[in-house]
Nanobody
């Protein structure tokens, strides 16, 4: 049974930084993709960043250059370092994972492709 738990959300002023963490207990797959998604009020959930088992990273255009995804395989922990935060980054952020051999899954960052989800953590950016 895979359980993902996010932490690190909170409130920050525009231009500030936050680091989200996701602990994925029970996730022992050698090949797969872990990713971060977010959902703002009234909007669909969207992919933010993904990291494949070979370390390749993928980002949505809206966060490139500002967000960095990383993974510690020894502890099954994934991180999202968010800098230069904007008001439009306000959302509930979810971590997700899927065992897969296809790096295209990570590149697409499509919600339907991922089957292990955390409960979400709120990030609020004030302008």
């Amino acid at each position: 049974q895979v359980q993902s738990v996010e932490s690190g959300g909170g409130s920050v002023q525009a231009g500030g930084s936050l680091r989200l963490s996701c602990g994925a207990s029970g996730y022992t797959y050698r090949h797969g993709c872990m990713g971060w998604f977010r959902q703002a009020p009234g909007k669909e959930r969207e992919g933010v960043a993904g990291i494949a088992s070979d370390g390749t990273t993928y980002y949505a255009d809206s966060v490139k250059g500002r967000f960095t995804i990383a993974q510690d395989k020894t502890t099954n922990t994934m991180y999202l370092q968010m800098s230069s935060l904007k008001f439009e980054d306000t959302a509930v952020y979810y971590c997700a994972a899927v065992p897969t051999l296809y790096t295209s899954t990570c590149a697409r960052l499509t919600q339907a492709d991922f089957n292990y989800w955390g409960q979400g953590t709120q990030v609020t950016v004030s302008s």
